[in-house]
């Protein structure tokens, strides 16, 4: 048997097999991490805009279209016992002016949005209102849940938008 050469791994010199090394796999699987991550994903984009302002106020019914922005703005609100809060945090009149000077002042563009309770006073809400144009704020807007119209098979009918308002026209140059 000198001149008879063994395959390679597959006999010893004993007749017996020899075994690979075990190596370990160095990748790492990914799937598990990417499910957990796309049901948390989930699981964010549910309850993020249930925790945007957590004061229950019940708002009037209007007809008016949404106003579309790009910035997240200030929401100022009087609940039905007539409490004031900026965001999630109650405050009292005079410190809310403190608070919104000085968000003012860091950022004078930012849009202000008031929602009031429709059992609250009207002269409450006016109030507020004055203490937020005080504190330099002139973009500001009143929220209120959008209002359904009954149609007349009994389904609900979505108002037809309006129409922005116009500046003034001007006529229109001679052809030549």
Known sequence: MAGIIPAAGSVSSGGKF???????IADINVTPLVDVMLVLLIIFMVTAPLLQVGVPVD????????????????????????EVFLG???????????KLKAVYGEKPDQRVFMRGDKAVDYGKM?????????????????????????GRGGGTVTPAPTPAPRGPQQPAAPRR
């Open 18 to 24: 020899r075994r690979r090394r075990y190596t370990p």
């Open 59 to 82: 708002l009037p019914k209007t007809s008016a279209q949404q106003v579309g922005g790009k910035d997240e703005p200030l929401v100022v609100s009087v609940n039905a016992q007539g």
């Open 88 to 98: 999630e945090t109650k405050y009292d009149l005079a410190d809310l002016g403190a």
């Open 126 to 150: 006016m109030e507020v209102m004055g203490v937020v144009i005080d504190s330099g704020f002139r973009q500001l807007g009143l929220l209120g849940e959008q209002a359904q119209q009954i």
